[in-house]
């Protein structure tokens, strides 16, 4: 603890943990010197996912969210990207807990790690807690941590702070956001959120929001995913509807695809095939594993006599039959993607088959989406996907609820989070176009710390190490930088291997150069082209004998050197050339 | 040619080179049997880009456009897609021609390919060839290819085809459909367009394609890109209103980044800085080449004093100046990507730069794009990048347009072009509702033969090649799928590559195994792994000495075998294992 101190005149809020307390006198006022409240960024700005936010108070530190983020494009071979803790592992007798907003992968995906790392009680609501205890049991981690489940309305104690669980809506059952009692103030998080009045949970909890507002909050830090949509985002009751006319007069099977998290839309789907007197048979493991979560906690009403299985569906009328897949997202190898590519073993796509994909793409699978809808169509399946026809509903907030926050909270100070820079510079135009102060705006970024005091939050110089640890396969951390510049490398014109075994006695050349490409050329069309390759390491290597060289780093770079000169010039590219000198 | 023969009455369309002609009577009335047009798709089909149409009759053959693709994001290191032309090839002796329908990238890219494969006249508009011309002269074929220069009206006789240049709207001026007279009817190639009233240019000419509508129009093939998407294309002339307001109390610099090719575009940004009283620098290779050539060419009308060099823009107040970009597409290395890093030699972004994105995100561009939109963010920039601004306008006929050039043209048939199957399919549904039997409309793939009689188009069994030539630097085709594979392979999990030698006499073991990889770990904090590898290796030797395999394809399979395991169940990745084996 480096112990930054700050004039403020609240010290009985934290009487049991407060760290360093100085009695001063200014004017007859007797005030106290004590910590200030830190709000850490671990993860989330900046970025899309890998939310993670710290609250460091004296001698308590609570964690906000604990995700993973998906791999650019360019990060061959991650499977996942999760957050740099390291701050947390410095820290890690402060910590009283992590309290997690929803049950999404960008908010809880990395507890399976962080947890291996750093252990603490962590606080969830029902269903967040059931999906985080799933992903314990994959990683045999169950017995090791402590879940503790909380309801909306709830106020959890962690050291000095005073988390309070507050119902949001947003694309998962079950999110909150907390409104943290801090001893220098409330601060408000909300979390993914948007406001849903019809939704079957109820509204998010704006009442609230707004006492909250009425009692003070010292800063807000707000989602900023859909800022730069305007207006409202549709209702889940709205897509519902939609999906009832896609449903009406239908006589075909209906192949729907969504979001496994999004039970919602899957109560919706579950209701409206019992209208229509249609079974309803799952497939996909996300979706089934999420059915059964969901089901077994009673966030699903599953109507009596319409969930079948898959193997049953054959022997129904089409009319009857509706199916609730996983490839929404086009992943590779989901249960859509099988049945577009003829790869899944239960269910062929026929024509006139309706498949309708009820989710919209996000930034980076547009391509991957439109592949699996691509060959649908060329199935002769009739495939909805229009924006158009209303068969998605985003699950945050877009520019007029953000304003609704923004309005109720009334914040001294606000910190967008959860987007990359253009929304947070997005959402900053907004709070500013609401009446604040540009000043009291903290656009920030991971392991920036902010100061907090009763009076101000201040975006200090300090920092923490913060970034992102790549896992591939059972790895965590050990693929980095380099790793990944040369699987680039590699991937742009793939590689080359020069072998030649020298002589031990007098460093002449015994065997060699043998050549060995992958990912270069179409080697037994380009033989000539591999012999000339041979020839220009010999010659590299004569070169070297000629002027006394014996120092193999010397020839090998001599090597590569003129091989990459050569191989430039006659193709324009740049493989990875690979010398391998031994010694016999 | 194979000589699939039809009925069909009109004989003296095709005096001098209709092939074989029987005269038949039947009830009466003297008919002829005689060759069928062939309508050949051998680009563009189920898939961006690439555009490439032939039609033949008899001993005539013409091509219409020759263009790129871009590659997919999984073509490691690919530069560019080009069409397989083996069947111009083959066929070179019929071909009379290229035809041109304008001077995009997937129009003309594959000229400097094709042409060195198959020569034959080009005849397209002047800015059209003007564009081709460049190409050509990087490509140093300049005077091995005729170009030939025509306008809207112009009819090509070409063998037996007369072909008639149509002007049309697009995002690059000079654009084109073409009207085919052939032996067996009209064909109506619309290539891409849109119709914008308020074109510069001209709106397109509708009252031809309705002529030729009344005159019989026997296959109409269209243009799908946008036929997604409801309503119709919002016009140039309302871009350059809505680029008006930004110009409008705007006291900073103003930095724009737009295709190079749409000189409509640049044309209003120009009209709108002069009429501002700021002057115009220019940035990025294609945006100087495309100004060159439109200047010259009278395409581009520059308002007097208001072009300056990029190096005078330090000596004009901020609210003097103008900067047109590339890098609309984020492409790495472009005008707008380096300032944003910056890395551009005399552009430093400085805060309240109001910098305009006047484009949209090509799908598979989204994240190159929002990567350049964050980081001029978080300098500072004012970045007006949203829809909703009205700051682009799409090249492609929506659905009302389409539905426009259908009730002029009255096809007989219909054949979708230019789109994913997602496209041509709903061109086909939007065909359809205009009233349009099924039976007439042929979606099609590339390398499909369509055969016309003067009666009917029908969607044949027969195919010829057509496909995807990947270009890498300066090789052509010598990238293919085993090549993309182990580039993936590489990408995925890295390399490693295992050196033994086993001695000439008697296989027993020299040196090694020696174990080098790049891209699958850290190597320095993972040496107890790569230890355990070496002996992985070296076990799997000793197992096949003592079982006495000499084979060296045995021991590399073994050794490779053993060690994927190995890694496979320690790390669940599966790296490229290459074992190599001399003799010493």
Sequence with gaps: ????????????????????????????????????????????????????????????????????????????????????????????????????????????????????????????????????????????????????????????????????????NHSIADAVAFAIKTPVGNIVMTGDFKI??????????????????????????????????????????????????????????????????????????????????????????????????????DYIKIPANTLIDLAQIKSLPKNKVVVVSTGSQGENMSALYRMAFSNHKQIDIQ?????????????????????????????????????????HASGHACQEELKIIHALTKPKYFIPVHGEQRHLQKHAQLAKMMGMSPKRILVADIGNVIECTSKTCKLTENTVTAGSVFVDGTGVGDVGAVVLRDRRHLAQDGMIVVCVNLSADDGELVTGPDIITRGFVHVKENEDLIEAMRMICLEALFTCQNKGITDWATIKAAMKGDLSNFLYKNTRRNPMILPVIMEV
């Design 196 to 297: 849903d009045p019809t939704d079957s949970e109820g509204m998010m909890d704006l009442t609230r929001l707004g006492e909250l507002g009425k009692e003070g909050v010292l800063a807000l830090l707000c989602d900023s995913t859909n800022v730069e949509r305007q207006g409202f985002t549709t209702s889940e009751m709205s897509v519902a509807d939609n999906l009832d006319r896609q449903f009406k007069n239908c006589d075909q099977r209906i192949i729907i695809t969504t979001f496994a998290s999004n039970l919602h839309r899957i109560q919706s789907v579950l209701q409206t095939a019992h209208r229509y007197g249609r079974k309803v048979a799952v497939t996909g493991r996300s979706m089934e594993n999420m059915l059964k979560v969901a089901s077994e906690l």
């Design 1 to 168: 603890m480096s112990g930054h101190l700050a004039l403020h005149g609240i010290m009985n809020l934290c009487p049991l943990r407060s760290a360093t307390k100085t009695r001063v006198c200014r004017k007859g006022v007797v005030i106290y010197l004590a910590e200030k409240l830190k709000i850490i960024p671990i993860g989330g700005l900046n970025e899309i996912g890998k939310n993670m936010t710290v609250l460091e108070y004296g001698k308590d530190m609570i964690v906000i969210d604990c995700g993973i983020a998906f791999p650019e494009e360019d990060m061959y071979g991650v499977d996942l990207v999760i957050p740099d803790v390291t701050y947390l592992v410095k820290n890690a007798k402060k910590l009283r807990g992590f309290f997690i907003t929803h049950g999404h992968e960008d908010h809880i995906g990395s507890v399976p790690y962080v947890l291996q790392a750093v252990n603490a009680p962590i606080h969830g609501t029902r269903l967040t807690n059931g999906l985080i205890e799933l992903k314990l049991e994959e990683h045999k981690l169950k017995d090791k941590v402590k879940l503790i489940t909380h309801k909306p309305g709830d106020v959890v104690q962690a050291g000095c702070f005073g988390v309070e669980f507050i119902h949001v």
């Design 351 to 391: 024509p006139g088959d309706r498949i309708i994909i009820s989710a919209s793409a996000i930034p980076g699978n547009e391509k991957a989406v439109s592949r699996i809808i691509n060959e649908l169509y060329r199935k002769g399946a009739d495939v909805v996907h229009d924006k158009s026809e209303g068969l």
